[in-house]
């Protein structure tokens, strides 16, 4: 039957009637009357079943194409284009003129929809929560050595970093949320000031130390909120987040840390 | 900011203890660098590879007293203070301790007597800098090979510039000739340059006596005249003892130099830190209110 099969399949594209097909097999294989040993393929008159010798393949549809990586992506390309967009026309306008009515700025932002840290703000308290229960399970604070091995392969998604040194010196002093931990970089959402409209901000982790503060696990006598606060080496942290887990570090000579 | 990476503990061993006046002497040396604009001295210790190290006792590894220090010198508001361990070895692999050792000295330095011993420091050890006894003929001839890989793995080599000037005041007459101290040493530093290739290298003091210190201007021309280009020479004084700073303190402060505990946002402060057990965490504690993120997150909430 596995050898009909593929004679089958073979008719099919001579014949359009399953009929005609079913037909010439029994013919072929019939115990008397005439057995051909030889099978007639003909020219088939339809244009459909020409599609098997094209090479063309199975168009993959657009939201198939668009996976997760590529996406953010391009959000973050876009926003930065949108931010870069939306500082030329502040610097503009305050280069023309200050009496007329104030830069319509709140209204800009919504528009261009550029991200703002209020939006991050939850994101960041998730990740002092998971800090928290990372490092001290039992709301114990432990010695330097058993802290910073785990915090080497934290994730960092959701850190309020500050840029205390760098190479570039239009970096030092930028904070704000981390919102993506790439390989060679941190996506950092900071806050607007009066000539930068704030959002996103791509700081290279070559060359850069950044600090942040570790909220502790908070006692019920006491009010006021304690931390600890560390730095990231980040010449020495340009592995991506998932990586980093498994990664041995290893020490090395330092004169390319600044 | 000039570094001094070596002042000499008056003592080289662990059964005695400094007199009253050695410590004075030390405190008048201390303010004298401090003076001519040396901010971060590091106090050296340096013992023999026979001196028995009490590892076990934590507490009486470190003999050099840094808070009392502190205390003592609390006029000096920028006045940095460090210390540091050398070991003066002829045979490296009888080292074992050293990984327990590192935790208590900011600086680990070794002095190889020998060609193998610094072939051995080199490869094996994890240390920050490499001093030579430059006073006396080295029994070795110093390779580029040997050298150049230790200053990739970012060893320094030190120059101790107080053999040059100890003759006239204050010798102390334990060694032969003042005249044959100065040649070895030029012969000396200069094999070094040479095998070094003008890098890596960093000069400190090893005064032993307030007189014996000089200001960057006279470091300097004394470089100058060793063949050192003026930018090179700088180096030696400012960023490459920096380096050998912040590669001993991140060894203390750091998980292999990735995250490390932040101390007035820089690598080599040790200000906040607990000086008999440097691995507390609990010292650095702050109120969340006075740091930059409570204040940009009150900001963001107001």
């Known amino acids: ?258 | 900011m000039p570094y001094d990476l070596n002042i000499p503990w008056p003592v080289d061993n662990y059964t005695s203890k400094p007199t009253p006046s050695q410590l004075t002497q030390l405190k008048n040396i201390i303010s004298t660098n401090y003076t001519l604009g040396i901010t971060h001295q590091v106090i050296n210790y340096s013992i023999t590879e026979t001196v028995k190290i009490p590892i076990n006792n934590a507490n009486e590894i470190n003999p050099i007293d840094i808070t009392w220090l502190r205390n003592e010198l609390v006029n000096f508001p920028k006045l940095r203070l460090f210390t540091r361990l050398t070991l003066i070895v002829n045979d490296s692999s009888k080292i074992q301790h050293l990984t327990k050792l590192q935790n208590h000295f900011d600086l680990i330095a070794i002095q190889p007597l020998t060609e193998k011993a610094l072939q051995l420091t080199i490869t094996n050890l994890d240390v920050d800098l490499i001093s030579l006894n430059l006073s006396s003929r080295l029994p070795f001839f110093l390779k580029h090979k040997i050298i150049g890989s230790a200053i990739d793995k970012g060893i320094k080599f030190e120059i101790c510039y107080n053999w040059l000037i100890s003759g006239a005041i204050g010798y102390d007459g334990t060694h032969a000739n003042v005249q044959l101290i100065k040649k070895n040493f030029f012969n000396n530093v200069l094999q070094l340059i040479r095998a070094s290739r003008s890098r890596g290298l960093v000069i400190s003091s090893g005064a032993t006596q307030p007189l014996q210190l000089r200001n960057s201007n006279d470091i300097l021309t004394i470089l100058k005249t060793l063949g050192l280009d003026r930018s090179r020479a700088k180096a030696c004084m400012t960023v490459n003892p920096e380096r050998v700073l912040v590669n001993g303190r991140l060894r203390i402060k750091s998980y292999k130099q990735t995250i490390s505990v932040n101390d007035n946002a820089k690598l080599l402060e040790n200000e906040h830190e607990n000086p008999n057990k440097k691995s507390d965490s609990l010292v650095y504690k702050r109120k969340l209110q006075d740091t930059d993120t409570g204040k940009l997150l009150k900001k963001v909430k107001s």
């Not at chain 1, 026309?89 to 009515?101: A, D, E, P, V």
């Not at chain 1, 209020?118 to 432990?142: A, E, V």
């Not at chain 1, 190479?167 to 060679?184: E, K, S, Y």
Request: glycine share 4%; net charge positive; aromatic share 8%.
């Open chain 1, 1 to 258: 039957m596995n050898s009909n099969e593929l004679e089958k399949h073979l008719l099919t594209r001579c014949y359009d009637s399953q009929n005609r097909i079913v037909e010439l097999l029994e013919q072929r294989y019939a115990t008397n009357g005439d057995q051909k040993s030889s099978i007639v393929f003909t020219k088939s008159e339809s244009t459909t079943t020409a599609k098997l010798f094209s090479n063309d393949t199975p168009t993959i549809s657009r939201a198939r194409l668009q996976t997760t990586r590529k996406s953010l992506k391009a959000y973050i390309s876009s926003t930065l284009a949108n931010q870069r967009k939306l500082n030329k026309r502040i610097k503009q306008y305050k280069r023309k003129s200050h009496t007329t009515s104030p830069f319509p700025r709140d209204k800009l932002i919504e528009e261009h929809r550029i991200p703002q840290i209020t939006q991050f703000i939850h994101m960041n308290k998730l990740w002092q929560k998971y800090m928290q229960d990372l490092l001290f399970p039992n709301g114990q604070i432990q010695a330097l050595p058993n802290i910073l091995p785990k915090l080497s392969s934290a994730d960092f998604n959701g850190c309020l970093v500050k840029v205390v040194q760098s190479r570039n010196r239009n970096c030092v002093g930028m904070q704000g949320i981390v919102v993506w931990d790439a390989q060679h970089s941190f996506v950092v959402c900071v806050p607007g000031t009066d000539e930068d409209i704030g959002g996103f901000k791509v700081i290279p982790k070559q060359h850069t130390l950044f600090a942040f503060d570790l909220i502790l696990p908070s006692k019920e006598e006491q009010e006021e909120e304690e931390c600890i606060p560390f730095t990231i080496i980040g010449s020495r942290f340009e592995v991506r987040s998932v990586d980093r887990s498994g990664k041995k570090f290893k020490n090395h000579s330092i004169d390319d840390i600044l």
